[in-house]
């Protein structure tokens, strides 16, 4: 999918290198440094999730494994620019790229996610059941996770958060044309007041009733409008120079690592070390050209993305399982955790990419 049309933080299906406006107008660009952008940040989130695993291997402390405990410190950290990023760039999507039409183009792009969610959350409380880790009967955790109150893989979260700062969003760009979209106004009213509604229905009644996660932060909402900012800025806008972007991202990441290490694991991606990183990373490769000679192969990986988003979490927990452990060296935990990291990385880009070609990509992303 067109980095032009496609909203969210993986594309899901192919795309032409630019697309008509409507109206007959010329073609929209194709933002190339986005759809790069984009694939950074998927291998980020592979990296930061590999770090957390060696961190959890030392104990989360120094004193656990110092050379295992730093090089998974470091590389969480490393990784921490990839998730509010996503963010920025769906906001740039939604406000800018390719605003929705009408109510009906927002669904049509929401079941695009939502079913991939679906058909991912079983296949994780599966094989949660299979690795003995899930911590209630299957149909519970099922029924929870409806209602987002429980995540049968952390990194689910984000989901449950993107889509309604997507809807949100979307509103903008419908009002400013003169539409009326009253359903979606309804689903979020429904959304907003569903956390109240669950937990006084549970008083009245008794009942059980789960948890309502559906729902986003202020932070979210913000990085994804100053995304749209930054991102649809024009060439230049931010002077020239890369390097003194390239220095802000370093000197956030050690203030991030220090942070990680002194203060509280994990830091909040509200954090004013967070956005800068995520800053400096942003206008690092802000309307960088590419090759034409490495375009295809950016735009077929980046395709990929939002399945490989869905599936590392499987391969992490098999090879970490496999082969991370604490009472190794500074050469051997750093060699470890390059060998996990690549291999966590090129088994979930081919393994998504091998079920895009059978045709599976609107079920697993």
């Known amino acids: 999918m067109s980095t032009t049309a496609t909203p969210h933080p993986a594309p899901v299906g192919p795309s032409p ?85 009408d109510a009906a183009r927002l669904w049509q792009r929401m079941v695009r996610f939502l079913v991939p969610l679906a058909v991912w959350t079983a296949l994780y409380l599966l094989w949660g059941r299979w690795r003995g880790t899930n911590d209630g009967p299957i149909g519970d955790l099922a029924l929870d996770s409806l209602f987002a109150s429980v995540r049968p893989a952390y990194h689910l979260w984000y989901l449950y958060a993107y889509v309604p700062v997507i809807m949100l969003l979307a509103l903008v760009p419908m009002v400013r044309a003169g539409k009326r979209p009253w359903g979606i106004a309804v689903a979020l009213l429904a959304i907003a007041a569903a956390p109240t509604l669950a937990g006084d229905l549970a008083r009245v009644t008794d009942w059980d009733v789960p948890r309502f996660g559906w729902s986003f932060g202020a932070y979210q909402v913000i990085y994804a409008v100053l995304g749209a900012l930054l991102l ?14 390239l220095l802000l991202a370093a000197a956030s990441l050690v203030a991030v690592v220090g942070y990680q290490h002194r203060i509280h694991y994990v830091i909040p991606n509200a954090s004013v070390a967070i956005a800068l990183l995520t800053g400096g990373f942003v206008l690092a490769l802000h309307r960088v050209r590419l090759s034409d000679r490495i375009r295809p192969t ?66 697993l992303g």
Do not use: N
Request: aromatic share 10%.
């Open 17 to 101: 290198q630019s697309s008509a406006v409507p109206g007959g107008g010329a073609p929209r660009e194709h933002r190339y440094d986005i759809d790069l952008i984009r694939l950074v940040c998927s291998v980020g989130v592979i990296v930061s999730h590999t770090g957390a695993t060696f961190m959890d291997a030392a104990g989360r402390k120094a004193s656990g494994g110092a050379p295992v405990y730093w090089t998974g410190l470091v590389a969480d950290s490393l990784g921490r620019f990839a998730v509010p990023t996503f963010f920025a760039i769906a906001g740039w999507a939604v406000l800018v790229g390719a605003p929705p039409k």
């Open 298 to 363: 950016v735009t077929r990986l980046v395709e990929a993305t939002f399945g490989v988003y869905m599936v590392h979490i499987i391969f992490e927990d098999v090879l970490a399982d496999a082969f991370v452990r604490a009472d190794v060296g500074w050469p051997a935990a750093v060699a470890l955790f390059l060998a996990v990291c690549a291999g966590i990385t090129v088994l979930s880009f081919a393994v998504t990419l091998l079920w895009r070609r059978m045709g599976l990509a609107r079920l």
């Open 232 to 245: 649809a800025a024009p060439a230049g806008a931010f002077g020239r120079r890369r390097l003194p972007w």
